[in-house]
């Protein structure tokens, strides 16, 4: 099996065609297997980003994310964002589903219109567990989980980090079985009071970065055993206010781009692919 790893575009500009080649330029010089393009805040035209990409022979996974007042409205906002990623022919859609304040019920209802469109299109759709949507804890996401057992997770564990004010240590068993649902991975480190810690290489944090690669090595071990060729990776830190800042002037106090490279190559490194 492979580990595949995505840069996400999140913390740079990215408007046009030529930022786009700058970017796709660095992506591929710096390894990357390909892009992470979150859709609602994408202007760049399809046929520019397609040709882009196939000049520097990168792959593509898109982002998606439901919207609306009400569960009528998300379903409408699901089919029509899924039907927009299908055109970019994305290694897997990844989506925030639903709202924190629907009912189990009718979060239900998108994510099992989820699971038909991945039927339909023959494409992998993973939900990311996020604060606002119903994955925002491991208690909700176990009831998703358990009624839905063939749903796809994105795993952003930064998030349950935040929501649980914990690092998780202590609900374990819940963990190992949510992980197996896993088939993509966000890699941000966060900690007990915010979804980002300052900078992954300042060694303040490294009891964090150690725990977070414990729980995606176990992601990774999960992947193996369902005998996956590749799996994805999307290093993922992001600008403010995920970032922090200097209080007066405002600048980050790390250099973002940096802190993913670097999340990449830890991951790289210490990532075991069992035999």
Same mark, same amino acid.
């Given at each position: 099996?492979?580990?595949?790893?995505?840069?996400?575009?999140?913390?740079?500009?990215?408007?046009? @065609?030529?930022?786009?080649? /700058?970017?796709? @330029?660095?992506?591929?010089?710096?390894?990357?297997?390909?892009?992470?393009?979150?859709?609602?805040?994408? $202007? !760049?035209?399809? $046929?520019?980003?397609? =040709?882009?990409?196939?000049?520097?022979?990168?792959?593509?996974?898109?982002?998606?994310?439901?919207?609306?007042?009400?569960?009528?409205?998300?379903?409408?906002?699901? +089919?029509?964002?899924? $039907?927009?990623?299908?055109?970019?022919?994305?290694?897997?859609?990844?989506? /925030?589903?639903?709202?924190? +304040?629907?009912?189990?019920?009718?979060?239900?209802?998108?994510?099992?219109?989820?699971?038909?469109? =991945?039927?339909? *299109?023959? !494409?992998?759709?993973?939900?990311?567990?996020? &604060?606002?949507?119903?994955?925002?804890?491991?208690?909700?996401?176990?009831? +998703? !989980?358990?009624?839905? #057992?063939?749903?796809?997770?994105?795993?952003?564990?930064? /998030?349950?980090?935040?929501?649980?004010?914990?690092?998780?240590?202590?609900?374990?068993?819940?963990? $190992?079985?949510?992980?197996?649902?896993? *088939?993509?991975? /966000?890699?941000?480190?966060?900690? =007990?009071?915010?979804?980002?810690?300052?900078?992954?290489?300042?060694?303040?944090?490294?009891?964090?970065?150690?725990?977070?690669?414990?729980?995606?090595?176990?992601?990774?071990?999960?992947?193996?055993? &369902?005998?996956?060729?590749?799996?994805? !990776?999307?290093?993922?830190?992001?600008?403010? #206010?995920?970032?922090?800042? *200097? #209080?007066?002037?405002?600048?980050?106090?790390?250099?973002?781009?940096?802190?993913?490279?670097?999340?990449?190559?830890?991951?790289?490194?210490?990532?075991?692919?069992?035999?």
């Amino acid at each position: 099996m492979k580990l595949n790893f995505h840069k996400s575009l999140w913390e740079v500009e990215c408007t046009n @065609a030529s930022e786009l080649n /700058h970017h796709l @330029a660095v992506i591929q010089h710096e390894g990357y297997q390909g892009t992470e393009l979150f859709l609602p805040f994408y $202007d !760049i035209d399809l $046929d520019t980003t397609l =040709e882009a990409h196939a000049l520097r022979k990168l792959d593509i996974i898109t982002g998606i994310a439901t919207d609306g007042k009400n569960v009528q409205e998300h379903l409408a906002s699901l +089919i029509k964002q899924v $039907d927009r990623a299908l055109l970019f022919s994305p290694k897997l859609i990844n989506c /925030h589903t639903g709202r924190d +304040i629907f009912s189990l019920e009718d979060n239900l209802i998108l994510f099992n219109t989820a699971l038909e469109l =991945e039927q339909k *299109h023959g !494409i992998t759709i993973t939900h990311e567990t996020h &604060r606002f949507r119903p994955t925002f804890s491991t208690f909700g996401t176990e009831k +998703i !989980i358990d009624a839905l #057992p063939e749903l796809k997770l994105n795993l952003d564990i930064s /998030h349950w980090m935040v929501v649980h004010e914990s690092d998780l240590t202590d609900q374990q068993e819940r963990l $190992d079985k949510l992980f197996k649902s896993v *088939h993509h991975i /966000h890699g941000r480190v966060g900690f =007990e009071e915010g979804p980002q810690v300052t900078n992954p290489q300042d060694p303040r944090w490294q009891e964090h970065l150690i725990n977070h690669t414990q729980c995606w090595q176990k992601v990774v071990n999960n992947a193996f055993a &369902r005998e996956e060729n590749a799996f994805t !990776i999307t290093p993922e830190f992001g600008p403010f #206010p995920y970032a922090h800042v *200097h #209080p007066t002037t405002g600048a980050n106090l790390a250099d973002i781009w940096r802190a993913n490279r670097f999340m990449k190559q830890h991951l790289s490194e210490q990532l075991v692919i069992p035999k």
